[in-house]
């Protein structure tokens, strides 16, 4: 992976995820901070992107892109959702770990992971715009 680290995740998206919830406001911080925490999130969805078109992920040269180009079909605005193929209602973490296990015949990654972070944050940057609705199918 590249030079990611859990840190340099966690406080942008937690700052990001504080105003989009409107517990703080954008102007609560300087505009140093924000282009700081942007460029950190967008380095984040360039390594899921990276992660989405290599065979890292799986045993089988298989990549998340040959069944969802640029992330088409994913749809982690419906997300948690019931998942037929897992018999209940899943994050959205879930079904790409049953993805990772199944078609690509990898290993599960643990939600915390950079990589699960790394993907799924360039699941909601190809999705942006879209408005959200859990549950959906």
């Known amino acids: 992976m590249s030079n990611i680290t859990q840190s340099a995740v966690a406080a942008p998206l937690a700052a990001l995820l504080c105003i989009a919830a409107g517990g ?3 102007d609560d911080f300087t505009d140093a901070e924000l282009e700081r925490w942007q460029g950190q999130f967008m380095e984040v969805v360039e390594e899921g992107r990276r992660l ?3 065979e890292g992920l799986g045993s089988n040269r298989l990549v998340c892109g040959q069944c969802h180009p640029n992330a088409a079909n994913t749809h982690p ?14 994050p959205i973490w879930e079904m790409v770990n049953w993805c990772i296990r199944n078609p690509l015949e990898g ?6 992971d950079p990589r699960m972070i790394a ?19």
């Open 24 to 26: 703080v406001q954008a």
């Open 52 to 54: 989405w078109g290599t």
């Open 77 to 90: 605005e419906t997300y948690p959702k019931f998942q037929k193929q897992l018999g209940r209602v899943v």
């Open 107 to 112: 290993e599960a990654l643990n939600a915390a």
């Open 119 to 137: 993907l799924q944050a360039y699941m909601n940057y190809e999705r942006r715009g879209v408005a959200m609705e859990p549950g959906k199918h």
